[in-house]
């Protein structure tokens, strides 16, 4: 599946979802991290995987990035915004993903167990669901988003 190129924009989001993803790490979660941008770059949201230290099995990165930008915003909606994530959102998360209308996702490493946008599942581009279809640009920094999950998985091995 086509995805479109990164911008330099792109890369530096990524840079603050690997940070969101090392602080995950360090709180003993599986180390994911993303950003929410608004239409002007601005960081709306972030988040890091919170599912082992919080009682919520949705909190996921991009879940908690997600609330945070719409309680900034006060809408629901997102459009206009670009959600930035180190791994490939699973099927919660692209649910949640096009609930908000978020029209432009960038990820790092692809989920060969549980991907949404392209890997195992690709439901954001699922002709069949009423949502708009969001821009995808894949494996944006993804030797970094890898290297943070293999050496936290090896750690616990």
């Known amino acids: 599946m086509p995805t479109i190129p990164p911008s330099p924009a792109d890369i530096a989001a990524m840079h603050l979802a690997l940070a969101e993803a090392r602080r995950a790490a360090a709180a003993g979660e599986i180390p994911v991290g993303a950003v929410l941008l608004g239409p002007s770059g601005e960081v709306l949201g972030a988040g890091h995987n919170a599912r082992e230290t919080t009682p919520d099995p949705s909190g996921h990165a991009e879940v908690l990035a997600i609330r945070a930008a719409a ?3 006060g809408d629901r ?3 206009g915004c670009t959600l930035v994530v180190t791994l ?11 609930a908000a209308r978020i029209p432009r996702v960038v990820f790092g490493a692809w989920d060969e167990k549980a991907g949404a946008v392209g890997s ?3 439901l954001l581009r699922d002709g069949r ?3 708009p279809v969001p821009e995808v640009s894949a494996g944006v920094c993804e030797a970094e988003s890898v290297e943070l999950l293999r050496d936290f998985f090896a750690d616990r091995r």
Do not use: F, H, R
């Open 88 to 98: 490939e959102p699973c099927v919660m998360c692209a649910g949640v993903i096009l």
């Open 129 to 131: 669901l009423p949502s």
């Open 120 to 122: 195992v599942y690709d």
């Open 77 to 79: 909606i997102l459009d």
């Open 71 to 73: 309680a900034a915003l």
